[in-house]
């Protein structure tokens, strides 16, 4: 369809005027759209963040229904940025990006929630991501990007480790509480053999049950972290997980990706390297929605509501914390929730 000097003379006089109207971006020359549907009737198309009711906008404010006797047409945009990668350095930095522990490779900085008992600013994701599978510190350097992603110590610190929920792992695994328990036992047999006792002390075979793997940091400002997750937006309350719900995460590697829930109160064994295995229970699975290093997203329904924090997956399947575990465990609020 061929664009007429005649339309494209129009919009060019009447640009300065139009440009200068409130809530407008911009204006070009393309189809009219009627009830949601393009047309095949060209207009003079303008560009506003978002549509305001005629009865609320100011006369001067008015887009003209023609525009030097051309139908014109306005069109809703949003805010228009310019594009950065999840893997970029964001200050205000907004969930979905990459950030992690200075020790670890990188993750998810899932959401900016509150702490319940004093209201200050949080940033949340998972242990594995902030708190470096419980070899961490408080206080410990939270980067924004993560290491992997070219974030240091130096420049790009965003926040303090402030507190996590530890990852249970079956005796005899590699972390810091079963080397302990491992040393205490070797002792006690010793001694036990010294006077001839025999007696034998073990370690339970049982694999301890973790409900989240989930921690928190506190921003360096609350103006370094940005209140909505990226090209989600602000999340609105939270939500109970339920079977066939619609959900949406944004992460570092797969940016903004759906899903479905499909398997509820699940008990699952994760893998953390190093030949560990924790076991959880409770846990939300939904089809495949994520990759490597998007570890710490916030799931959430249609509606911006939480529904879980992400932390596994393959594949096939993505596995996620139930909020209301996560919110009270680390006694955090929500979208304005605050835990049970």
Known sequence: MEISTQMLKARKKNERNIL??????????????????????????????????????????????????????????????????????????????????????????GAWVRDAATSKPLILSNNHVMANSNDAEKGDAILQPGPLDGGSRENDTIAELERFVQILFPNGQENNGCSISRAIIKTLNAVASWVGSGTVFTASSSAPLNEVDAAVAKPLSEEMVKQEILKIGQVSGIQK???????????????????????????????????RVATFEHQILTSGMSQGGDSGSLVVDEENRAVGLLFAGSDQVTVLNPIDSVMRLLNISIGGVNPQ
């Open 20 to 109: 200068t109207k409130a809530n407008v971006l911009g204006m070009g020359v393309g189809l009219k759209e009627t009830e949601g549907k393009l047309t095949e009737e060209l207009a003079i198309v303008v560009l506003v963040r978002n549509k305001i009711p005629a009865q609320v906008l100011p006369k001067q404010d008015m887009i003209p229904k023609t525009i030097d006797g051309i139908k014109s047409d306005v069109k809703e945009v949003g805010e228009v940025v310019a594009l950065q990668s999840t893997t970029d350095r964001w200050r205000p930095a907004p969930g979905g990006v990459s950030a992690g522990h200075y020790a670890i490779t990188a993750g998810t900085l």
């Open 241 to 275: 997980a339920k079977v066939d719900m619609n959900v949406k995460k944004c992460g570092r590697t797969t940016e903004l990706t759906t899903g479905k829930i499909t398997v509820l109160d699940t008990t699952i064994q994760v893998g953390y390297g190093s030949d």
